[in-house]
Every structure is written in structure tokens, then in C-alpha cells.
């Protein structure tokens, strides 16, 4: 089945600063490729997606970048705010089977 | 507004007392899921449903039943909680397939004493 790694486990910034994130997958079928921020005390929020026919997707200050050769994809924050702080999950769709795996996470705290 | 319930948020109990967590959404999704997020291991599935009378096991189902009897619930019961299954747990649904974008509940924080 589909295995997702996540790294690193916590990433420390200035504000200001970029932020990079990336996750590894396993199965080659694996097609959908989202990103949720988990802030303190609730559930975990889409922020970006991105489909394995894209190689780059951007929303404002927040963009994700895949490479389906190397199996791996990427979030990239930019000019990070503190209000960025949380913790991100990275997941991938398995080809076979169809549910979301998701990585371990990266705590992202962003130093004013 | 759209969005995923879950009761009760916080809840302290002590091994083998039968328990139910409830979740409910309000989009008409056909897709729902229960996830336990521990320290270190992320977000797992525990189990998942297709459709209404539809259930299947996720990645860590041991220990727990689910059902859906209606397309908006989708409870998870702990028939003989133990101290392993202390946890955040979460809910979630989406529309059409899995790798939809799935909305999540704000969680259930379980203590099992």
C-alpha cells in the first residue's frame, strides 16, 4: 500500500522567511496530492491541492510543487506570518485503493 | 454553514465502559471516515464509508465498530475501551471519492483510564 514521509518533524522560521516542506511517496498510482494546516485545538484544513497531471499550483503566498519521477512533492510558504504556525499535513491518494495517507506532520512555528 | 459535528469533544473514561462518539456532517457527502491522531504518527484511519450500509477497515481498526445507518452519522463505538486507545480522534467527509478534499470535525479527545 501507499507509504507517505513527511519532513521535517518541526521547522522554526523568522517571519518573513520561506518555508519548505516535503513528502515522499510510495505507490506510482497515487494521483491527488493535498495539504491540510492543523492549528491548535481543531481539525486539520485543506489549504492546497494538486493532481498528479500538474507539476506546480499556486494560492497567493502558498504554493505546492510535485515531481512524479522522484515521487515527491513539496509546500512552499512564502514570506511567512506568524499566524502561519501550526501544524501541515502532507497525503497522498493511493492508486489502488483510494484513501488518503497521510505523513507524520511538520510543526511550522514562525518567530515574530 | 457546512460542516462536520462531533460529540463529545472531551471525554475521560476508564477501561471496558462501553463508549459512543458521534459524528455528524451536513453537507451530503457520501464518503465519511474516523482518523486517531497520536504524537509522532500523524493522522490515521481507523475505518471509512463508501455509502450509506457501506463500512470498511482503515489502517488501525482494532477495537473499533463504526456504522452508518444514515448518510449524515457515522459513529464510532468503543465496545471495550483500553488505555491504547487514548487519542485525538477525528472525522471527516467528502464528496463523491476519498480523494476529494475531506472537511474534518474539530476532534474528541479520549482518556482512557
Known amino acids: 500500500g501507499e507509504n507517505v514521509e513527511q519532513h521535517p518533524s518541526t521547522l522554526s522560521v523568522q517571519e518573513g522567511d520561506s518555508a519548505v516542506i516535503k513528502c515522499t511517496y510510495s505507490?506510482?498510482?497515487?494521483?491527488?496530492f493535498p495539504w491540510y494546516k492543523q492549528e491548535l485545538g481543531k481539525g486539520p484544513q485543506l489549504i492546497i491541492d494538486i493532481r498528479s497531471n500538474v507539476g506546480e499550483k499556486k494560492d497567493q503566498r502558498i504554493a505546492v510543487t510535485l515531481n512524479k519521477t522522484a515521487k515527491h512533492f513539496s509546500l512552499h510558504i512564502t514570506e511567512t506570518q506568524p499566524e502561519d504556525s501550526a501544524v501541515y499535513f502532507c497525503a497522498a491518494r493511493g492508486g489502488s485503493q483510494g484513501n488518503l495517507i497521510f505523513g507524520k506532520g511538520t510543526k511550522l512555528s514562525v518567530k515574530p | 454553514e457546512a460542516q462536520v459535528t462531533q460529540n463529545p469533544r472531551y471525554l475521560i473514561t476508564v477501561t471496558g465502559k462501553k463508549l459512543t462518539v458521534t459524528c455528524s456532517q451536513n453537507m451530503n457527502h457520501e464518503y465519511m471516515s474516523w482518523y486517531r491522531q497520536d504524537p509522532g504518527l500523524g493522522l490515521r484511519q481507523i475505518y471509512y464509508?463508501?455509502?450509506?450500509?457501506?463500512?470498511d477497515k482503515g489502517d488501525v481498526p482494532e477495537g473499533y465498530k463504526v456504522s452508518r445507518k444514515e448518510k449524515r452519522n457515522f459513529p464510532l463505538i468503543l465496545e471495550s475501551p483500553s488505555p491504547n486507545q487514548t487519542s485525538l480522534y477525528f472525522c471527516a467527509s467528502s464528496s463523491y471519492s476519498p480523494g476529494e478534499t475531506q472537511y474534518f470535525g474539530p476532534g474528541t479527545r479520549l482518556l482512557v483510564l
Open positions: 464509508s463508501m455509502n450509506v450500509e457501506v463500512t
Open positions: 505507490d506510482s498510482a497515487s494521483n491527488y
